[in-house]
Nanobody, 124 residues
Framework: QEQLVESGGGLVQAGGSLRLSCGAS????????MGWFRQAPGKEREFVAA????????YCADSAKDRFTISRDNAKNTVYLQMNSLKPEDTAVYYC?????????????????WGQGTQVTVSS
């Protein structure tokens, strides 16, 4: 059974940092591009960052550039999202997702497997 499990969320003050992790099981992790998305209350799920299956290329949404970094360790079947200089508007449930194939996507519909999400709350 394909499964993604996020961890590392929590409550942090504005300007602080968090590192999210997403562990994969039941799938050949190195064959999947990975993405991070987030959903705030009352809003649609939005793209945050993505990485190719080899890790050679990454892409971040404008809201995350210069603050967030996505990386992966294929030996550990894990993708990470390092979040620095957090802002209250970063508060959301963060989801990781897997997309079969080499290239990543910014569209939720193109991802095959989703985690259950981890809450990130940034206080002002």
């Amino acid at each position: 059974q394909e499964q993604l499990v996020e961890s590392g969320g929590g409550l942090v003050q504005a300007g602080g940092s968090l590192r999210l992790s997403c562990g994969a099981s039941g799938l050949t992790f190195s064959l999947y591009a990975m993405g991070w998305f987030r959903q705030a209350p009352g809003k649609e799920r939005e793209f945050v960052a993505a990485i190719t299956r080899s890790g050679s290329s990454t892409y971040c949404a404008d809201s995350a550039k210069d603050r967030f970094t996505i990386s992966r360790d294929n030996a550990k079947n894990t993708v990470y999202l390092q979040m620095n200089s957090l802002k209250p508007e970063d508060t959301a449930v963060y989801y990781c997702a897997a997309r079969w194939g080499r290239e990543y996507s910014i569209f939720t519909s193109e991802y095959n497997v989703w985690g259950q999400g981890t809450q990130v709350t940034v206080s002002s």
